[in-house]
């Protein structure tokens, strides 16, 4: 049976955790694959390959975090969602950064009050993750 946690936070849409996932698209939209792949491949607004491999992109890629060349053949866009929402609400020692929170979490005075990403940006984030299903991203 899963478990519905109601998360809200000022000025950001309200979250409803179910299980392992956030089922419902943060804006009620299904976000693009190519503004995805731009802010998830840029180190200075996804910041994603700070962490991660198997993105693409020319950034140098770090690895503190797995490889998400075959995320979208691993989880499923409400799990992926609920990882950059706050992934700490699964994992509560977890280095990733919540991307849509405001509240609780360490940052530079220019991201107090406001989410690292928009709600339409993670949802197009997520429409470029899903998209990586083979071991290796798309060139």
């Known amino acids: 049976m899963a478990v519905l946690v109601a998360l809200t936070q000022t000025a950001l849409a309200p979250v409803s955790i179910v299980?392992?996932?956030?089922?419902?698209?943060?804006?009620?939209r299904t976000g693009e694959?190519?503004?995805g792949r731009a802010i998830a491949t840029d180190t200075r607004k996804g910041l994603c390959p700070l962490c991660h491999t198997g993105l693409g992109g020319s950034a140098p890629a770090g690895d503190l975090g797995?490889?998400?060349?075959?995320?979208?053949?691993?989880?499923?866009?409400?799990?992926l969602r609920l990882r950059i929402v706050d992934?700490?609400?699964?994992?509560?020692t977890s280095l990733m950064p919540s991307y849509y929170r405001t509240d609780g979490?360490?940052?530079?005075?220019a991201w107090r009050d406001r989410p690292v990403l928009e709600a339409g940006e993670i949802e197009d984030v997520i429409a470029y993750l899903v998209t990586l299903k083979e071991g290796r991203a798309t060139p």
Do not use: F, K, M
């Open 33 to 35: 694959p190519e503004r």
């Open 87 to 92: 992934g700490r609400a699964l994992n509560p």
């Open 19 to 28: 299980g392992d996932a956030i089922p419902l698209p943060l804006d009620g």
């Open 105 to 109: 979490t360490r940052v530079a005075s």
């Open 66 to 79: 797995p490889d998400l060349s075959a995320i979208g053949a691993r989880l499923s866009p409400g799990q």
